[in-house]
């Protein structure tokens, strides 16, 4: 799932400190906490985000079928009645790549990924973002079998479970000027697309020399490369866990990915030395539908695709000096769904034109190539409470002794008092985007029961704002004026 279109609106920072001598509460405790957080400001904003989004649902489903579709109004055309707007700083427009391979030996795999994204924001400040991101990720369970015909028809079904650890640093800059950010934006995609261009180029078709261009190339992009220093510096680091099932009849087919992580990263202000902390728990699911026909020598086929998913976010935010100055709570959702066209198979016993062998599992080469449109979707929502409140402060002083104590009926109050602040003193802001994402996968696989392989993918993705809603201290829900 693309979920750095959501990471990038957070806002605020960490859990608060555990003072000495205390217990930790549990991990179902704070999630308990977290679900119950993203439960409140989810229903707060069902009513004023409900119209929106299913006008533009039914203008997504219009788009992807090539109708003739009317553009739902947003904040933007200024034609959404209401009250007067509060100002609010709100993301314009992101644009996103990433290059990311992966070697796998039996059960474990090795992945890297480089990426930039582009945010625009209202006030006025273009932000590129450059993440070096790794993992570490191995299979605990698989099973089930898929066989192929002699046509390559494939039969059957399997599943498989697998964990994984992943870190990234990114480094964020940012600049006033549009053609400063255009110019920094095409070194970016550059360094981040250059080895698709070079695979792509014929030239990578001559013996030795054409495979060898590519990794010179790289290291001479990423030699030649200037940045200016960097405004903040993001780390992250997350363990996922992620299912996966595939059922397979003749020419049809479906799939399935069901994941669910936990992260925990910091986002430093290199400009005024202000932290944000923050921990998050995010799942997605995607589901795949396809019709398959053989094409000497291999399976191709089209189909329909959708994915959804939710995160769920605590921040902490301090000033230079150390002072707190804000909790955030925030829940997000993406949506994509598209179409697709694959081609799979290739699964010979070791000669470009031998035999198709009838167990996959037996064959000695496999290739596969994937390649989606998709249009996409995603609302966020987010509750800021200011902890130069007093009461705020106090508030926050209750928390942490509820969990660290452990004390269950305390915990219950202070839950109540933090849901009742939420629902009337927290500053809450919404946020609508829309756009699509385009992604192309290749993979192979070869050995005896396909033990080793590598893979590539290449995802691009842009979203633009559709919509703005802001409810400040103490008032009503409302449009936000982006400022």
């Not at 106090?394 to 452990?406: I, K």
Request: glycine share 16%; hydrophobic share 40%.
């Amino acid at each position: 799932m693309n979920r750095a279109p959501i990471r990038a609106r957070r806002s605020g920072g960490e859990q608060p400190v555990r003072r000495a001598g205390e217990q930790g509460a549990s991990t179902p405790e704070y999630v308990g906490v977290l679900i119950l957080v993203a439960a409140l400001i989810a229903a707060l904003w069902a009513v004023p985000l409900a119209p929106l989004v299913g006008d533009w649902a039914r203008y997504a489903a219009c788009s992807l079928f090539g109708g003739e579709c009317e553009r739902p109004l947003t904040t933007a055309d200024g034609a959404i009645p209401g009250p007067t707007p509060v100002s609010m700083v709100c993301l314009e427009g992101s644009e996103r790549e990433r290059l990311g391979g992966d070697v796998t030996l039996f059960s474990a795999k090795v992945s890297g990924d480089l990426a930039y994204q582009v945010d625009r924001t209202s006030d006025g400040h273009h932000d590129v973002t450059l993440e070096l991101s790794g993992g570490l990720a191995a299979e605990l369970v698989t099973g089930g079998k898929i066989s192929a015909d002699g046509l390559g028809a494939k039969q059957g079904r399997q599943g498989a479970l697998e964990l994984g650890a992943n870190a990234s640093v990114a480094p964020v800059f940012r600049f006033s000027s549009q053609a400063a950010a255009v110019a920094f934006t095409e070194q970016a995609r550059e360094l981040v697309t250059g080895p698709v261009d070079d695979l792509v180029d014929w030239r990578t078709l001559i013996p030795v020399y054409g495979p060898g261009r590519i990794p010179v190339n790289q290291y001479r992009r990423v030699r030649d490369f200037q940045a200016p220093p960097p405004a903040r510096l993001r780390v992250e680091g997350s363990v996922e866990v992620i299912g996966s099932g595939d059922i397979y009849g003749g020419s049809a087919g479906a799939s399935g990915v069901l994941s669910a992580g936990q992260t925990l990263g910091a986002d430093i202000d290199l400009e005024t030395g202000a932290h944000t902390y923050y921990v998050a728990l995010d799942s997605a699911l995607a589901v795949e539908l396809g019709l398959g026909a053989r094409m000497v020598p291999a399976h191709g086929g089209v189909g329909v695709s959708g994915e959804v998913g939710t995160e769920v976010t605590v921040a902490y935010t301090v000033d230079g000096d150390g002072t707190p100055t804000t909790l955030a709570f925030g829940v997000a959702a993406d949506v994509h769904g598209g179409i697709e066209a694959g081609l799979d198979g290739l699964m010979f016993d070791g000669s470009p034109f031998g035999t198709v062998q009838p167990d996959l599992k037996q064959a000695v080469a496999a290739l596969s190539i994937d390649a989606r449109e998709e249009f996409s979707g995603s609302v966020s929502a987010t509750a800021t409470i200011d902890l130069t409140d007093p009461a705020a402060q106090e508030l926050g002083r209750d928390l942490v002794l509820a969990l660290g104590s452990r004390d269950r009926d305390g915990l219950t109050e202070v839950g109540g008092d933090l849901l009742r602040y939420l629902g009337e003193d927290a500053r809450l802001e919404a946020q609508f985007h829309h756009g699509s994402r385009s992604q192309f996968d290749i993979e192979a696989k070869g050995g005896q029961g396909l033990a080793f392989g590598f893979g590539l993918g290449h995802e691009a993705s842009a979203m633009q704002l559709g919509g703005a809603w802001v409810r400040p201290p103490g008032g009503g829900f409302q449009r936000g004026y982006c400022s």
